[in-house]
């Protein structure tokens, strides 16, 4: 059984610049939520999928937008960069359908916007 | 209403201490209070979680204390080693399956 994985580690964008991260969750799961977190703060979650739909979403604009693949691997974009995107975006997996299921992280994507 | 608080921002305590981190919450909608443990570079981790229903879980040297009428809960960890050195979060899910509001950590240092 794998974990989830997040690509790419690290990068760097400039401001106005668009970026794709890419997550695969953990075999067996297929929901994806994402979620951003700034620098000595917790994560904010951006949104969720659920069997490829979004299932949600937090006070993100609509320059961040996301797909889930029919095998459950997930996508977030985030257009027109400004640099307070800067920070680690995390996706983490779980197994929908209770309301007690556990989610699981990844590394995430440490992304830097100058 | 969906914010949870968390204290204190930082703490430091010597080895075979308890330490202690203490969450509020608003929304009484809420009904999973998961706790993570993050290590620098890595992805948060499930330490232990609550339901509202249990004033008290305990798992090995973790223990959460949840108080329903007071919206508060808390993380005792006994005998902290030096190992337990991470940012801790509270957090707790709302009514949605997956969505979890996270507070805003607890950097723990556990000196020898």
């Known amino acids: 059984e794998t974990g989830v994985t997040q690509s790419p580690t690290h990068l760097i964008k400039t401001r106005g610049q668009q970026v794709t991260l890419r997550c695969s969750s953990q075999?067996?799961?297929?929901?994806v939520s994402w979620y951003q977190q700034a620098l000595g703060q917790g994560p904010q979650f951006i949104f969720q999928?659920?069997?490829?739909?979004?299932?949600g979403r937090g006070n993100f604009p609509p320059r961040f937008s996301g797909l889930q693949f029919p095998n459950y691997s997930s996508e977030l974009n985030v257009n027109a960069l400004e640099l307070d995107d800067s920070a680690l975006y995390l996706c983490?997996?779980?197994?929908?359908?209770?309301?007690?299921?556990?989610?699981?992280f990844g590394p995430g994507t440490r992304l830097t916007v100058l | 209403q969906q914010q949870v608080k968390q204290s204190p921002q930082s703490l430091i305590v010597q080895k075979g201490g308890i330490s202690i981190i203490n969450c509020a919450y608003e929304?009484?909608?809420?009904?999973?209070f998961p706790w993570y443990q993050q290590f620098p570079g890595k992805g948060p981790a499930l330490l232990i979680a609550?339901?509202?229903?249990?004033s008290e879980k305990k798992e090995g040297r973790f223990t959460i204390s949840f108080n329903k009428s007071a919206k508060q809960f808390s993380l005792h960890i006994m005998d902290s080693q030096p190992g337990d050195s991470a940012t801790y979060f509270c957090?707790?899910?709302?009514?949605?399956?997956?969505?979890?509001?996270f507070g805003p950590g607890t950097s723990l240092s556990v000196i020898p």
């Open positions: 983490a997996s779980s197994f929908g359908g209770t309301l007690y299921n556990e989610q699981f």
């Open positions: 075999s067996g799961h297929n929901t």
């Open positions: 999928y659920y069997r490829e739909e979004e299932n």
């Open positions: 929304n009484t909608a809420f009904d999973y």
């Open positions: 609550i339901r509202p229903d249990v």
């Open positions: 957090a707790a899910r709302g009514t949605s399956y997956d969505k979890v509001i």
